[in-house]
């Protein structure tokens, strides 16, 4: 059981809910069942109202981020570039689809808008790192890099 103390930091205002949920994020990596219920009691919102408020913004996660954090951009520039081919690349590598982690929690993978580096579409980032202009053979090779890691 972890401990959500550190909520204390803010009032138990039900207006205070979403920072309350980006403290945990920051603290977690993601917003897991267990938090939704430590929320709840803390600020006395039903955890289903929680998870709606959960599921309309984009910036929680809710899925247990991998040790491997692969972010692919499917924002215009690398839409154009095939972006979505590098996700079918990446998925069918590791097995896994945008917004999941696979079960060893060594990669998860999510889709994001620009990652403000389009001249090097298409782009993906691992935990951060900008990996430009990809195509199969380059994403595999890097992929094979981490895996090994
Ligand atoms: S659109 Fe992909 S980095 Fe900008």
Not at 81 to 110: A, H, M, P
């Amino acid at each position: 059981m972890n401990d959500y103390s550190y909520l204390k930091e803010i009032d138990k205002e039900h207006s205070n809910l979403i920072k309350g949920l980006q403290l945990i994020q920051a603290h977690e990596g993601y917003v897991s069942d267990e938090s939704i219920r430590a929320a709840s009691d803390y600020f006395g919102i039903a955890e289903v109202e929680i998870e709606g408020v959960l599921t309309f913004y984009a910036q929680f996660k809710r899925i247990k981020p991998g040790k491997n954090k692969i972010s692919i951009c499917d924002g215009t520039a690398c839409h154009i570039k095939g972006s979505k081919q590098i996700i079918e690349w990446v998925s069918s590598e590791l097995g896994i689809k945008s917004g999941e982690t696979d079960s060893d929690g060594i990669f998860s993978l999510e889709t994001v808008a620009c990652l403000g580096c389009c001249s090097l579409a298409p782009v993906m980032s691992i935990n951060g790192k900008i990996f430009g202009k990809l195509d199969r053979k380059s994403t595999i090779k890097i992929l094979k890099e981490y895996k090994k890691q």
